[in-house]
């Protein structure tokens, strides 16, 4: 009869092994995470970086629109942190005591959201560029 404490702490080495291998998944997991969000950062930081330096150029060959223009971006890109900031904190603070079934709605709404965003940009986009066409054609 000792094989039973025996198989009772193999048992129980093994459920310890399988949590901690379940852990390792999920820092494995966030790591990545955090990983591709600084690289996101990066990107943007760049992005934006390279933006600035464009307006910059534009505005030092004259031209009040330029100069407007820039203007808009920064308040633009301002108003972006400042709403991201407080989404983040308003999120945090939703689902501070919620479940994981609130908490899976919450993030899927946040990445609808995420999504009508991009969508926003990408008409803005072409809404650009469609401008810019049509001032070539009355320039022309």
């Known amino acids: 009869m000792s094989a039973l404490p025996s198989n009772i702490t193999e048992l129980q080495d093994l459920a310890k092994r399988i949590q901690e291998d379940a852990e390792a998944v999920r820092t494995q997991a966030r790591e990545k995470l955090d990983a591709r969000r600084d690289e996101i950062r990066t990107n943007l930081t ?27 971006v920064k308040g633009d890109r301002q108003r972006l942190k ?19 079934e609130d908490k899976r709605l ?34 022309a």
């Open 46 to 72: 760049e992005r934006m970086e390279r933006l600035e330096s464009n307006l910059e150029k534009a505005t030092d060959k004259g031209g009040a629109d330029f100069t407007a223009f820039r203007e808009k």
């Open 82 to 100: 400042d709403k991201f900031a407080e989404r983040r904190e308003n999120y945090s603070a939703f689902f501070a005591g919620a479940n994981d």
């Open 106 to 139: 919450g993030a899927a709404i946040a990445i609808d959201y995420a999504i009508a965003t991009v969508q926003q940009a990408r008409l803005a986009v072409l809404d650009a560029v469609s401008d810019r066409a049509e001032a070539r054609r009355e320039d």
